[in-house]
């Protein structure tokens, strides 16, 4: 995820008219000075701080965008070169572009109106000290510095002419000493990043500076100074109108009621993270964006101009009246989807590796050809007549089932403020999804005692006379695979030739992982190999599955040469399963179901090799 903090532009009138044009910003992008955050699970807050040793900042994506308020659907007004870490500082230089806006920013830079500085960051490795309170980065990487409105560390910033005093400014958790100086130093400190923090988020809500200073000046925690923002948006929401929109923006530029998809993206994001969900890139503003139910029913009320006050009577109709709104049923949804999508993701999914999943459009009978049936080619003599050759002559067909569940929130984990406990334990819908997806595919090899479902010809899966069924065997060997692929390299097309498919796949159950993977280990040796262990095997990819029983492993060829098994997923479906609000209107009851439409089938048999193993 991406976290930003901001520093402090200061450059002497000297520099001021040099860098006007030469366009170049020495800069300071960091330090090691504490900035508050807010851990969304525990709602503790802790000082953040960013490691400067030799190790511990990732300069692989130097050098780095210059961008605007970290808005990153725009395109840049310049870089950031020269990265490198000096005095406990990360420094750079500010270069900026040749266009217009590039121009304008660099004017005000230089004449001292623009001066702040922030950096976007991710953090891979953190150290939490709970004494303490702070959380420490001991391993980041910069993805872009942005010109910012409100600086809050003010031990850096551009060519500062001498460096500011850094006694206040811990040197780690470990060294602090609990003595009166100190613990002044510290109260400092939170002060100057409580002030720093309204401002920057009255600034992003376009509100007065007044509104923010008044905020400081009345000892407003960080927290209550949210809600009072968003208190004023909504104040000002039925009444204020820009370019015919109302303003409703209580967090980022990019939040507005005429960008509807942009808010519920952030607010989605928002939700995952204080879940604990995993969000890959999460929306600029999901870190500013307050991830209470409760906040963000508020300001989709507000977005919709009406009024609402959180806490009682009203806070018991605040979530009816969300509900009524466009944008809250859909962050909901979209919350919802993007848990369960994160277990279908994640789930183990070995049959992906050499099955064809296939988007089908509908729940009619699918008809797939046989490849294996394609005719042979015929000898045409000197002006003689082309022989028609039918590519139907073997054919198969299948459908699809639909497979769902209903979920269901109250509305008095609603009002309680329970919703993050609710999507953590919806990923497991899509693991379930996953898990379906590979009980039909893995129960096609398991039908019929073993033999396998019945084919088109009338005859199981895995028969002698298929070609594809090696004679039982005591002990699971290389000569034993060798068997099967000879099989494989046997099996001719229904109109003539053989097919020559290579084995690509191993497939086999855990009570065998660790037989096959010796068998794959040994043949990936250049050195003196046992003479039974063929080079080929080291290039097959071992496919473990606990669905199958212990008696017999198989080889696939890749489902490039033929198609073998084919799972059909509908169009909506291919990505994950899909979920649809159902609206209970005579409870206090929001419903969800989650739908997931898929089947298998084994197409060819000539592509599948069951080789039986003595397991006892």
């Not at 300069?59 to 965008?65: D, G």
């Not at 000290?129 to 510095?145: C, G, I, N, S």
């Not at 409105?149 to 500062?160: C, E, K, S």
Request: charged share 25%; proline share 5%; with cysteine.
């Amino acid at each position: 995820m991406l976290t930003t903090r901001t520093v402090s532009i200061d450059l002497t009138e000297r520099e001021r008219k040099e860098a006007a044009t030469a366009r170049r910003f020495p800069v300071s992008v960091s330090s090691e000075a504490p900035v508050s955050r807010r851990d969304w699970q525990s709602g503790e807050t802790f000082s953040e701080i960013l490691s400067h040793s030799p190790d511990a900042i990732d300069l692989s994506r130097a050098p780095l965008p210059l961008l605007e308020c970290h808005d990153r659907s725009r395109v840049n007004v310049g870089i950031v070169t020269g990265l490198r870490v000096e005095g406990g500082k990360l420094r750079g230089e500010l270069q900026l572009g040749a266009s217009q806006r590039a121009t304008e920013l660099a004017a005000d830079i230089a004449a001292g109106i623009v001066t702040g500085i922030s950096v976007g960051y991710s953090v891979t490795e953190i150290v939490r000290d709970e004494k303490a309170k702070t959380l420490t980065a001991t391993r980041w990487m910069p993805h872009e510095v942005s010109i910012a409105p409100v600086p809050a560390d003010f031990t850096v910033g551009i060519n500062r002419s001498a460096e500011m005093p850094t006694s206040n400014i811990p040197e780690s958790p470990a060294v602090q000493q609990p003595d009166t100086t100190n613990r002044e130093d510290a109260a400092v400190l939170a002060e100057r990043n409580r002030a720093s923090t309204i401002r920057s988020v009255v600034a992003k809500a376009g509100l007065e500076t007044t509104f923010a200073d008044n905020l400081v000046s009345r000892g407003v925690p960080v927290d209550e100074a949210r809600a009072a923002v968003l208190n004023e948006l909504a104040d000002r929401s039925e009444a204020t109108q820009i370019n015919g929109q109302l303003r409703v923006d209580a967090f980022g530029p990019s939040i507005t009621a005429g960008n509807g998809d942009d808010f519920r993206h952030a607010a989605v994001d928002a939700l995952l993270i204080r879940s604990g969900i995993p969000v890959e890139k999460p929306h600029a503003a999901a870190r500013d964006l307050s991830p209470s139910i409760g906040e963000i029913a508020r300001t989709c009320l507000s977005r919709a101009g009406k009024r609402s006050f959180w806490g009682a009577p009203t806070g018991a109709r605040l979530f009816a009246r969300a509900l009524a709104t466009s944008d809250f049923p859909l962050i909901l949804l979209g919350a919802l989807h993007a848990s369960i999508r994160r277990g279908y993701e994640t789930e183990p999914q070995s049959h992906r590796a050499w099955v064809r999943p296939v988007s089908v459009p509908d729940f009619r009978l699918q008809h797939r050809p046989i490849l294996g049936s394609a005719p042979s080619l015929e000898q045409v003599n000197e002006g003689g007549e082309y022989r028609h050759g039918a590519l139907d002559e073997d054919s198969t067909s299948y459908k699809i089932a639909k497979y769902g569940k209903i979920v269901s929130l109250t509305w008095e984990a609603l009002v309680n403020d329970t919703f993050d406990a609710f999507l953590r334990i919806q990923p497991a819908l899509g693991q379930a999804a996953r898990r379906l997806e590979s009980d039909l595919v893995y129960e096609l090899l398991g039908a019929n005692a073993g033999l396998g479902p019945v084919m088109q010809d009338g005859t199981a899966l895995f028969d002698a006379s298929h070609g594809n069924l090696v004679d039982p065997a005591a002990a699971f060997s290389a000569s034993l695979i060798a068997v099967g692929r000879t099989l494989l390299r046997k099996q001719t097309a229904v109109g003539g030739g053989f097919l020559a498919l290579a084995p690509r796949h191993l497939i086999c159950p855990p009570e065998l992982e660790t037989d096959a993977e010796l068998l794959i280990a040994n043949a990936s040796r250049r050195t003196s190999v046992e003479k039974a262990t063929a080079e080929w095997l080291g290039s097959l990819n071992l496919v473990v599955e606990p669905r199958l029983a212990a008696d017999a492993v198989f080889l696939a060829a890749d489902n490039g040469q033929i198609d073998t098994v084919e799972l059909g997923l509908l169009d909506e479906n291919f990505g994950g399963p899909v979920i649809e609000e159902e609206r209970e209107f005579g409870r206090d009851v929001v419903r969800w179901k989650v739908r997931h439409v898929c089947g298998a089938k084994v197409l060819d048999w000539r592509g599948l090799v069951r080789i039986p193993i003595d397991s006892e």
